[in-house]
Each structure stands twice: as structure tokens, then as C-alpha cells.
């Protein structure tokens, strides 16, 4: 096919009942724009010790787009998010968590800025159901990380993105023993937008 392949990476730990959830929206959100891009929807599963693997498996035996990885052990979810994109075959790789509370439907939104030649598309949280010590804590938290870090760290950056398969393969290259992603995407640079949602 002459339409770019867009390969979205979902890390999963016990996600059983939210896996099937989570597809039906990924299936909606993305209706119109396959009309502009294929899709890979790529599973991690972080060795879950519940039905999971069951549930991809079903899956990826109705829909030829999905695959699945099984770590094995528990690596812990940024290794979960490196692993996905080094197997990722895309021309650009999202980063999804399949709890909704990053929603799918912005999916087309970070694709059509990546067409337009943005190289990285990253979600900014301006609002999230929690009390406000615990935002503030992480507000807190990303600044002091990025005072002391050796290089940028993308502040508010959630770990809902779309990246270059370019910036893929500079990030991977990294090959840091401790990934922490949104540091390492903050690091090699490119062409950034974020885009705000609540």
C-alpha cells in the first residue's frame, strides 16, 4: 500500500477487562483518517498475571493489524514503552495506555500534525481527576527533574505521543539501561508540538 503505516504501542500489565474496552474505541477514533494512513496496533504485555494474553491473542486472530510481544518478566512500563517501539514497523509510532484515560479519538489529531511534518506529537494534560497535592507533587516533581537533568526534559509531556520512525530509531539508539521516554524524546531534539486535552 502506497498509505504511510502508523504502528500504535499499548503497554498492558492485568488488562484483561480493559483491552477489549479499549479496542472498540481505538476502531472508532480512527475511521477516518485510514483513509490517509494504515494502522500496526502493537501490544506489550508486561508479563500480566491475569487473563491478557488471552485477550490479545483473540485479537490478533479476528484483526490482521494486531500483534502482541510478551515480556519476560515484569520490565516495568517505560521498558514495556522501548520494547513496543523496537518492534514498532511504522513510519511513525504512538504510545497509548489502553485505560482510556488518554483518549484514542486524539489519535487522528497527532497523526494529522505528523503528516503535516511535525516529527513529534505529544499529549499535555492540562486537567486530571486527583487531588491537588498529587498534581502539584508531579508539577513539582518534572521541574526539579529537569533543573538537575543533563538535558531537556519535556515538561507536562504525557507518555501519549507520536513520534518520527527518525526519532524512533535516534531515541533507541540511546540505548540507556533505564529508558524514561519523554527525557529521551526530550533529548534528541526535532521538530515538537504538544497538544493540550483534558
Same mark, same amino acid.
Given at each position: 500500500?502506497?498509505?504511510?503505516?502508523?504502528?500504535?504501542?499499548?503497554?498492558?500489565?492485568?488488562?484483561?477487562?480493559?483491552?477489549?474496552?479499549?479496542?472498540?474505541?481505538?476502531?472508532?477514533?480512527?475511521?477516518?483518517?485510514?483513509?490517509?494512513?494504515?494502522?500496526?496496533?502493537?501490544?506489550?504485555?508486561? *508479563?500480566?498475571?491475569?487473563?491478557?494474553?488471552?485477550?490479545?491473542?483473540?485479537?490478533?486472530?479476528?484483526?490482521?493489524?494486531?500483534?502482541?510481544?510478551?515480556?519476560?518478566?515484569?520490565?516495568?512500563?517505560?521498558?514495556?514503552?522501548?520494547?513496543?517501539?523496537?518492534?514498532?514497523?511504522?513510519?511513525?509510532?504512538?504510545?497509548?495506555?489502553?485505560?482510556?484515560?488518554?483518549?484514542?479519538?486524539?489519535?487522528?489529531?497527532?497523526?494529522?500534525?505528523?503528516?503535516?511534518?511535525?516529527?513529534?506529537?505529544?499529549?499535555?494534560?492540562?486537567?486530571?481527576?486527583?487531588?491537588?497535592?498529587?498534581?502539584?507533587?508531579?508539577?513539582?516533581?518534572?521541574?526539579?527533574? *529537569?533543573?538537575?537533568?543533563?538535558?531537556?526534559?519535556?515538561?507536562?509531556?504525557?507518555?501519549?505521543?507520536?513520534?518520527?520512525? *527518525?526519532?524512533?530509531?535516534?531515541?533507541?539508539?540511546?540505548?540507556?539501561?533505564?529508558?524514561?521516554?519523554?527525557?529521551?524524546?526530550?533529548?534528541?531534539?526535532?521538530?515538537?508540538?504538544?497538544?493540550?486535552?483534558?
Amino acid at each position: 500500500s502506497p498509505l504511510p503505516l502508523v504502528t500504535v504501542v499499548c503497554p498492558v500489565f492485568n488488562e484483561e477487562g480493559t483491552v477489549p474496552l479499549f479496542y472498540a474505541e481505538f476502531l472508532k477514533a480512527i475511521v477516518e483518517i485510514e483513509k490517509r494512513v494504515r494502522f500496526e496496533l502493537l501490544f506489550v504485555n508486561n *508479563r500480566s498475571t491475569d487473563g491478557t494474553l488471552n485477550v490479545l491473542r483473540d485479537l490478533a486472530a479476528k484483526d490482521p493489524r494486531v500483534g502482541y510481544i510478551t515480556l519476560s518478566r515484569n520490565y516495568g512500563y517505560q521498558a514495556s514503552i522501548t520494547a513496543g517501539m523496537r518492534h514498532a514497523r511504522g513510519d511513525a509510532i504512538a504510545n497509548i495506555d489502553v485505560d482510556c484515560e488518554d483518549p484514542p479519538a486524539m489519535l487522528p489529531r497527532f497523526i494529522e500534525r505528523w503528516l503535516d511534518k511535525v516529527d513529534v506529537v505529544y499529549g499535555i494534560r492540562r486537567t486530571r481527576p486527583e487531588p491537588l497535592p498529587w498534581r502539584m507533587g508531579r508539577k513539582l516533581f518534572y521541574r526539579f527533574a *529537569r533543573g538537575v537533568a543533563d538535558h531537556e526534559i519535556i515538561l507536562d509531556m504525557a507518555e501519549f505521543f507520536l513520534v518520527d520512525r *527518525r526519532v524512533r530509531d535516534v531515541v533507541l539508539s540511546t540505548q540507556s539501561t533505564f529508558p524514561f521516554v519523554r527525557g529521551q524524546v526530550g533529548y534528541v531534539g526535532f521538530k515538537r508540538e504538544g497538544i493540550p486535552y483534558a
